[in-house]
């Protein structure tokens, strides 16, 4: 493997491994904030012990998030400094807005969070959650932003004197529908991972008989939490498809294996490709269901990867324009079929635990362990699809993958890092489980009420 397969291996991996905590932080963060605020608002104290302990959950995965995070920028710098150089007049202004200004509005109320329990007015405390809630959608969107310039490239002129993109209207860049959809169905899947979360973990708790009245309502809005965003997930992944199909129908192609164009397009259930990703020798398939998905109409027409492989070989030149068919097809699906399976058995368990019921089984007691890991799937195989099935593009139709890697990095070098980073972050991976772990096995903790007494009692001596 040369130095660019490397770079795209190691960034693929650090990415992938960072987007695992980002999800969780951006809906826990909110779901902490509303139990703070039913805390109160009820003045009751089990409010406040679910609160400290999921709030502990949440900052367990917002400290490992804002590490991998930093590693995976400093990549930019070291195997894609080609890349940089073209591209970060435009990419570095939504990066440099998420750091001055998001990250650091989070950082700072989310310090005034952890540290100010005994030290802020009630209000102001619980405004801090908020804010620092708030401030992770501000990251979230800036950064997505920044990403979507590389599916669609707007706001930006060529300087043929440098050879660089430079940024002619930054409110293009921010607000064009390619950031705007990506980032509502980023964040609904974010509160769908969170959701997942704090019911699997409420359910276990209520398997287990510990804090089960505490337990019990919490898992009940974990439950609500997914079903509501999954739908919310389905309507702007529709309105994500229309736009991928406009901006990038390569994209939309390759995800459905869809050779050559077609009306009355079908979905596919299943399909069977040809080695070479040239034509489909078998295949199971919804019709109509693709074109409605892509254009809105089910006798409309969606471009096929034959045909488009044709049309870009005349408007950029000779060379594959193709993504890795494969990957692109399962992977879509796969980001699908993860979440419907969670939509699909909270919708069961609310069904199952309607009038205070609890099921007893083994089954449904494991299938609330592994709940909260499979929307982390489905969103490492959503990203693992909006990359992949980009490519041969690093900024589609503007800028190639293989022309932004460093120039004067080796094989070699790449090789030592991405073995580093994995191995670091197979390490952060064992620290953050077993973290989250031990603070589920141990539990909330005593009635505040009682500490506040004890407290108060000693200051008084």
């Known amino acids: 493997m040369n130095a660019l397969d490397l770079a ?23 779901l902490v904030a509303a139990l703070q605020t039913a805390w109160y608002r009820t003045n009751n104290d089990k409010w406040l012990r679910a609160t400290k ?48 200004l998001a990250f650091f509005l989070e950082s700072t109320f989310l310090g005034m969070w952890i540290f100010g329990w005994d030290r802020l007015p009630k209000k102001m405390h619980l405004a801090s959650i908020w804010l620092a809630s708030t401030g992770t959608l501000l990251s979230a969107y800036f950064i997505l932003a920044a990403n979507a310039f590389m599916q669609h490239p707007v706001g930006y002129v ?10 002619k209207n930054i409110f293009t860049v921010l607000f064009q529908q390619t950031a705007v959809s990506a980032f509502v169905h980023t964040i609904t899947f974010a509160f769908l991972t969170a959701g997942a979360l ?10 287990k008989g510990r804090d ?36 990038q129908p390569m994209k939309m192609a390759a995800a459905e294996a869809l050779y050559d164009t077609k009306a009355n397009a079908p979905f596919s259930l299943f399909t069977v490709g040809t080695l070479d990703g040239s034509k489909s020798v078998f295949q199971i398939g919804l019709p109509s269901i693709l074109s409605f998905m892509s254009t809105g109409d089910v006798n409309g027409t969606v471009e096929g990867v034959n045909d488009l492989q044709a049309k870009y070989e005349k408007q950029y030149g000779p060379g594959n324009y193709k993504p890795t068919i494969a990957l692109a097809y399962w992977s879509f699906r ?17 069904w199952r635990t309607r009038k205070g019921a609890m099921p007893t089984s083994k089954w449904f007691a494991r299938a609330l362990i592994v709940l909260p890991f499979l929307p982390i799937l ?52 064992v620290i953050e489980f077993g973290l989250m772990v031990r603070t589920i096995k141990v539990g909330m903790e005593k009635t505040p009420a009682k500490d506040a007494d004890a407290k108060t009692l000693t200051m008084a001596y």
């Open 158 to 167: 060529y300087n043929q004197t440098t050879g660089r993109a430079e940024l």
């Open 198 to 207: 704090f019911a699997g973990v409420s359910g276990w708790m209520i398997m």
């Open 212 to 247: 089960v009245e505490i337990a019990r309502p919490i898992m009940k809005a974990g439950l609500i939490t997914i079903i509501v965003s999954f739908l919310l997930v389905g309507v702007s992944g529709d309105w994500t498809a229309r736009i991928m199909t406009k901006q």
């Open 334 to 350: 796969l980001m699908i079929g993860f979440g419907f399976i969670v939509a699909l058995f909270a919708a069961f368990a609310l």
């Open 378 to 429: 489905g969103n490492s195989f959503g990203w693992i699809f909006t990359e992949s099935a980009r490519q041969p593009w690093v900024v589609f139709g503007l800028f190639k993958t293989a022309d932004g890697v460093s120039p004067g990095v080796s094989a070699g070098n790449v090789l030592f890092t991405m073995i580093t980073f994995t191995l670091l972050y197979g390490v952060l991976a």
């Open 53 to 100: 302990f999921f709030g502990k959950l949440f900052l367990i995965n917002f400290a490992i998030g804002v590490v991998t995070g930093i590693v995976q920028e400093f990549q930019f710098g070291m195997n894609w400094s080609s890349y940089s150089r073209f591209v970060g007049d435009i990419f570095g202004a939504p990066l440099a807005m998420e750091g001055l």
């Open 8 to 30: 795209r291996w190691q960034f693929a991996i650090t990415t992938v491994y960072h987007f695992i905590f980002v999800p969780i932080t951006i809906g826990s963060g909110f």
